[in-house]
């Protein structure tokens, strides 16, 4: 079973250095197991409330550090999230980026194409106009040049239709 407070060789002296220095605690190993309750007994100036005031001092600093480390770890989250958030935004940015030049690579292609169709129906039509233009002028000179004979007046073809035998005509 490991102890819920450990202190190892602690020392404290007031006023090091100076010629008014002492030591109030020296060389101090507790060991406190779960469940325990410990009491410190002592005669004035012995150190114990040095010692109650070195292991508050601890625990402060291990507060201190928790509420560090509480911060690190919130720093890090949001950093992690706009980590995340920026891949997010860069992956986004480059899929629209690949589906623009695909849908443009695409409509290039189209306009080519249509254009393309487009350019040979117009060459199509305008044979098609040429010719029946040069038909026409053909028809036209054609009939003037070699006129066909066009009777003055109408009449009834001898061989068909007369009064007296009827063919069906």
Same mark, same amino acid.
């Given at each position: ?8 060789? #602690? ?39 040095? #010692? ?30 706009? $980590? ?28 080519? #194409? ?7 129906? $117009? ?47």
């Amino acid at each position: 079973m490991e102890p819920i407070i450990r202190v190892e060789h #602690l020392t404290h002296t007031y006023s090091a250095g100076t010629p008014f220095q002492r030591s109030a605690v020296e060389d101090v190993s507790i060991d406190v197991m779960p469940g325990e309750f410990l009491g410190i007994i002592g005669h004035t100036g012995s150190g114990k409330s040095t #010692l109650m005031q070195q292991l508050n001092a601890m625990q402060m600093q291990a507060a201190n550090c928790c509420c560090e480390n509480r911060a690190a770890i919130a720093q890090v989250r949001y950093d992690m999230a706009a $980590q995340a958030c920026d891949t997010r935004n860069t992956v986004q940015n480059a899929t629209r980026d690949i589906i623009d030049n695909a849908n443009s690579n695409s409509r290039a292609i189209l306009d080519f #194409l249509t254009q393309s169709k487009l350019s040979d129906l $117009q060459a199509e039509n305008q044979g098609l106009k040429l010719a029946a233009s040069q038909a026409a002028q053909n028809s036209y000179l054609v009939s003037q040049l070699r006129p066909s004979p066009i009777p003055a007046y109408t009449v009834q073809n001898p061989y068909c239709c007369n009064q007296f035998a009827c063919c069906g005509c």
